[in-house]
């Protein structure tokens, strides 16, 4: 793997047995008698979140797919590149995510799931294919397997369902939830992987601690996946040198929080939405040593401008036109109104999230980072880091 | 009386700007020819709302 | 009934919707291009288009019953819709009911237009470009007065219409995408 995985309290405790059905059935028991409600209930009183990055209750997606045909799917497909917890969970803990699934298919009453794996990386696929072949048919469930195109919009919910229905895997404008009417006008149960990981592991031992997978890039040459109990100190994840500068929190559809912001905030929801932040999909950047904010934002719009699946015509023209005032600003020939005229404009204007997400990152940039984007402006940089000018 | 959102099919939106001429009200558009959807339909909108839903050259628009 | 005045009007409506027809396509080949502000607004554009075809469709309606009607020669109501078994000129006839078959689904299928799925409706639509060619192959093929110096003018000229909007349209769009 091209990550360091921490043992952790419960998805990443005794890394040191394998993957394999045996060792993980020794401390979880095999899915039996889940119906809705219990299922729910559990969901509720851990108030277990998706884990893809909105954050949205699961029960509540839970309760509003339980209808007739509903459709289990899995998303293992990871689109966000800073992030590896997904092909963290997929090679180590495959089972968890499994049983997760089949509880769920258990609650609404179908055999359909759907198993959603990352095109970039297959050996995510192989390690998933072989826990199925352990598994057999002891599930009583219908497994299918598709795997996401490379890229960042693939794992968008309908982009995903859209690879189910044979149809390129890219976003399509959805009228209603896919909880609602998905994948062939059926409920479905579309969540992260380690959202169904979460909820086996809350089945079998109970909603405490609180946990949640954090991928985090830093000094350290290889990205680290570890798990980390919600409510905790930001000293499990980063270094007092990390903490004293600038991270990126969420993932690229993240937002900045200033230097020494999460030192004395706890890694839970409440303490950083007064930043404006939310955990995101659990990655953390702080910014590298001798970078600098502007410079990192460009780069990273930039890819996301890329990323454009080009559908929709405010992202695939905002998204660049964004890329591009923010390089002007960063080489010194830019102008910040045009930068928030932009970031305005693509907001809310697609068929998903992307240029969202995009502006949200922006947006953190200047809310945070006047005096660096100021010293730009006037060809200068606070980190000794000038892109070429002109 | 429940209100009424327009919203833009943006796949199938190619900025046509019909929608504009027919109800430009509620719809304005960007720098590069798409809408930009002011807020929800007022009652004595809906029947003009309508009618640019069926305007539409792309049927991008929708009224839900 | 019998007599010159229907057969008059049997041929007039037959030019006038070749000519209406034509209109009806090229108006709507050039409706999908250009933005807001340049020259006629859209919507005039697509009503203008909208209201040819229901004109159209009232003189087919015309040209249709004025030919059911005449005794003079034996076409019977149902050959306007069915393409085979005239007795009058069974070929061509057939050609003009095949046309007119095509024109009435692409006529339903616009009426219904917000309440179907779009990829079905365009589809349909763009059956407008066999339906206006068979039209005026019928025209050709049944119409006595094909050899007439006006006739030859005004097939030309129809002609000449649909492949300069086609080439307009497409040359804009390869244009575009080179462009890009």
């Keep these: 793997m091209s990550v360091l995985v921490e043992e952790g309290p419960r998805l990443l405790a005794h890394l040191d047995e394998g993957p394999q059905l045996v060792h993980h059935r020794r401390r979880h028991p095999a899915p039996a008698d889940m119906t809705l409600d219990r299922l729910a209930a559990a969901a509720e009183a851990a108030d277990l979140r998706g884990r893809g990055g909105a954050g949205f209750p699961f029960a509540t997606k839970l309760r509003t797919a339980a209808r007739r045909r509903a459709v289990v799917v899995v998303n293992l497909s990871e689109g966000e590149p800073a992030s590896h917890k997904d092909e963290a969970l997929g090679q180590l803990r495959p089972h968890l995510v499994l049983d997760g699934a089949v509880l769920a298919a258990m609650a609404l009453g179908t055999r359909q799931v759907h198993l959603v794996l990352p095109g970039e990386t297959p050996a995510v696929g192989e390690r998933i294919g072989a826990a199925l072949a352990e598994r057999g048919s002891s599930d009583r469930v219908s497994w299918q397997v598709h795997t996401a195109a490379a890229g960042f919009v693939s794992g968008q919910a309908r982009a995903v369902i859209e690879l189910m229905s044979g149809r390129p895997n890219l976003p399509v404008t959805a009228w209603v939830p896919e909880a609602v009417s998905g994948y062939r006008g059926r409920p479905t149960l579309l969540s992260n992987a380690e959202t169904f990981a979460q909820l086996a592991s809350i089945w079998a031992h109970g909603p405490d601690p609180a946990t949640m997978l954090i991928t985090r890039a830093g000094d350290t040459d290889r990205p680290r996946v570890l798990e980390v109990v ?10 007092p040198a990390e903490l004293a500068r600038p991270v990126l929190l969420g993932g690229y559809h993240g937002v900045w929080v200033p230097a020494g912001a999460l030192a004395n905030r706890r890694i839970a929801g409440e303490d950083l939405a007064g930043l404006g932040a939310t955990l995101g999909a659990g990655v953390v950047l702080p910014l590298p040593e001798g970078s600098c904010p502007v410079h990192e934002t460009v780069r990273i719009v930039d890819y996301l401008a890329g990323q454009s699946a080009g559908r929709c015509g405010p992202c695939r023209l905002g998204l660049p036109a964004l890329a591009r005032a923010l390089d002007d600003i960063d080489r010194g020939v830019g102008s910040g109104a045009l930068v928030d005229d932009l970031a305005a404009t693509v907001r809310g204007r697609g068929a998903c999230a992307h240029p969202d997400g995009t502006a949200r990152l922006v947006v953190s940039l200047r809310r945070w980072f006047g005096d660096e984007l100021a010293l730009h402006q006037r060809q200068e940089c606070g980190h000794g880091v000038l892109a070429a000018a002109g | 009386m429940a209100s009424s959102r327009l919203r833009v099919d943006w796949p199938s939106c190619e900025g046509r700007g019909l929608c504009h001429e027919l109800l430009p009200e509620l719809i304005s558009l960007d720098r590069w020819g798409f809408p930009v959807i002011a807020g929800e339909v007022p009652e004595e909108l809906l029947p003009a709302a309508r009618r640019t839903v069926a305007g539409c050259p792309r049927l991008a628009l929708r009224l839900v | ?21 034509t209109l009806s396509v090229v108006l709507g080949i050039l409706s999908a291009r250009s933005r807001v502000g340049r020259g006629t607004p859209g919507f005039v554009r697509g009503v203008v288009h909208r209201n040819v075809a229901v004109l159209s469709m009232t003189m087919l309606t015309v040209h249709v019953v004025s030919a059911v009607v005449d005794t003079y020669v034996d076409i019977r109501w149902w050959d306007a819709f069915v393409p085979w078994g005239g007795l009058y000129q069974p070929v061509w006839l057939g050609l003009g009911a095949l046309a007119l078959d095509l024109t009435v689904a692409i006529a339903i299928t616009s009426a219904l237009r917000t309440r179907m799925p779009r990829a079905l409706w365009r589809v349909i639509h763009l059956a407008s470009y066999p339906a206006w060619a068979i039209a005026m192959v019928h025209g050709l093929g049944i119409g006595t007065d094909r050899a007439a110096g006006w006739s030859l003018v005004v097939t030309g000229l129809c002609i000449a219409a649909v492949v300069v909007a086609g080439t307009v349209r497409v040359g804009g769009a390869v244009v575009r995408a080179v462009r890009a």
């Design chain 1, 230 to 239: 919600l409510g905790g100190r930001w000293d499990a994840v980063l270094s």
């Design chain 3, 1 to 21: 009934m019998n007599g010159p005045e229907l057969w008059f009007l049997n041929r007039a409506t037959g030019v006038v919707l070749l000519v209406l027809m």
